[in-house]
């Protein structure tokens, strides 16, 4: 049963802003409720004070920019306006795979994209994938705004580096260089992913001329793996191949996995490695 | 948005005109009454189910505006200027629906617990989706769970109802 709270509706971002800024901790951005709500009924959380930006105009909506050759994508989009965009589904098949099996349909109807990435639920999706193509976002506030590496938005389990009175107002997600494609995979049996792999290969002359791998859901936040990413650059594809497990044993190990009731840590490594294999050959096959 | 004081605090509430099953409803709410709450006690319609509470299970699914939200998770005030759709508004007075009917016929239900939501959400899949497959039907039923009848069934009537309906019956 939810407590009372007093629900605010401003139409600006500034106004909004001005909200939180006043009310400090005891307001919060309300959007697609879906993590906020469920966390507020079962009394983890609350809030006197939701703050409603469902209002404000220019917050929405799915967009391929042409001239910055990147998706711009507002922070109360939903996920299935993502899922069904079709620029995304056209230019970024991997995202819209990824939207697609978020959660389920009615979580993905209300939920929206600038929720799910503040809120940094560790076992959640986009956050990992979008990582792969050095996605950044667009943090407002009354004064003005800033851009900020998605990498560096998840600071911890549910932190994330927005000020107090900021608004998550864009996700922009570039398009990957041309002879490079993308995979997710994620693994689970519980309500929320259990593991979530992001890889992005680049090929060149039969070459590795990029790998990017993301991990998510076996940690805190998630992050590139850098480490494993090298191992794999510079390489020819069979070498690069032949050294997809070590690879991904050293993501395994720098992910931070946690034991939980999704598994133990050493459970989630080795998914973690299998799913690194699984979706470089994924995105690799994408070049072919 | 009215804010009166009770006991000392403020209390707000929000006017919430909606269609709701194709009629006309005002209710006056506060802003933390979720729309299942709203649906069942205040307007008596308890065709909506109440179960887990946390939007996995699929049983409090109406159709907002045509598109399925766990009402449960759902706050009241959302369906202010928008149209609700539940069980109760999918016959058409004695006739039932093609989807009703292919549940009947196929027998896509057994306790019935969560049929209501199981036939909303396939409301909405056939109007997004008019034929579609199997897999792309398991995909889009995924958050709607039955305990009784192994799915088989619920997944035979869906398939039943997109043809019947495309067939123009």
Request: aromatic share 4%; proline share 5%; with cysteine.
């Amino acid at each position: 049963m939810l407590k009372p709270f007093e629900l605010c509706e401003p139409t600006t971002v500034a106004e909004a802003s001005g909200l939180l800024a006043r009310y400090g901790e005891e307001a919060r951005i309300y959007a697609g409720g879906t993590e906020l709500i469920l966390a507020m009924k079962m009394g983890l959380l609350h809030y006197d004070h939701l703050v409603n930006i469902k209002g404000i105009a220019g917050l929405g909506g799915v967009r391929f920019d042409a001239g910055a050759n990147a998706l711009r994508i507002g922070g109360a989009a939903t996920h299935r306006e993502i899922e069904r965009s079709p620029a995304v589904r056209e230019r970024f098949p991997a995202i819209a795979e990824m939207e697609t099996h978020v959660a389920n349909v009615r979580v993905r109807e209300a939920g929206t994209i600038g929720g799910n990435l503040c809120f940094a639920e560790p076992h959640a999706d986009p956050g990992t994938l979008f990582q792969v193509y050095d996605a950044q976002v667009t943090l407002e506030k009354a004064g003005g705004k800033r851009a900020l590496p998605l990498e560096k938005l998840f600071v911890g389990s549910f932190e994330v580096a927005l000020e107090g009175d900021e608004v998550l107002s864009e996700v922009t997600i570039p398009a990957l260089p041309p002879r490079m494609a993308a995979a997710y995979l994620k693994f689970g049996i519980l309500e929320r992913p259990s593991v979530g792999v992001a890889v992005a290969v680049g090929l060149n002359g039969g070459g590795v001329s990029d790998a990017r791998i993301a991990v998510g859901c076996v940690g805190p936040v998630p992050r590139r793996m850098r480490e494993a990413e090298a191992m794999l650059v510079g390489k020819s594809l069979a070498e690069a191949e032949a050294l997809l497990p070590t690879a991904g044993e050293t993501a395994g190990r720098a992910s931070q996995a946690v034991s939980d009731l999704h598994g133990s840590a050493e459970y989630k490594e080795h998914i973690v490695k299998v799913l690194i294999g699984r979706a470089f050959r994924a995105a690799a096959q994408q070049l072919a | 948005m009215a804010v009166t004081t009770v006991d000392g605090r403020a209390s707000q509430t929000v006017q919430v005109r909606m269609t709701l099953n194709g009629e006309a409803r005002t209710f006056a709410v506060p802003p933390h009454e979720t729309l299942l709450d709203l649906i069942r006690e205040r307007a008596g319609l308890t065709g909506t189910k109440k179960s887990c509470d946390v939007q996995v299970c699929g049983v409090c699914t109406v159709l907002l505006d045509g598109r399925p939200v766990s009402a449960c998770t759902t706050l009241a005030f959302e369906a202010r200027d928008r149209t609700v759709q539940t069980i109760e508004g999918v016959a058409d007075g004695d006739r039932l629906h093609p989807v009703q009917e292919a549940f009947i016929e196929h027998g896509g239900f057994q306790c019935g617990f969560c049929t209501p939501g199981m036939i909303l959400a396939t409301l909405a899949l056939l109007k997004e989706n008019p034929r579609p497959t199997a897999d792309q039907v398991k995909h889009y039923m995924r958050g709607n769970i039955c305990r009784c009848t192994g799915y088989k069934r619920i997944l035979d009537s869906i398939l039943a109802a997109a043809e019947a309906m495309a067939g123009g019956k």
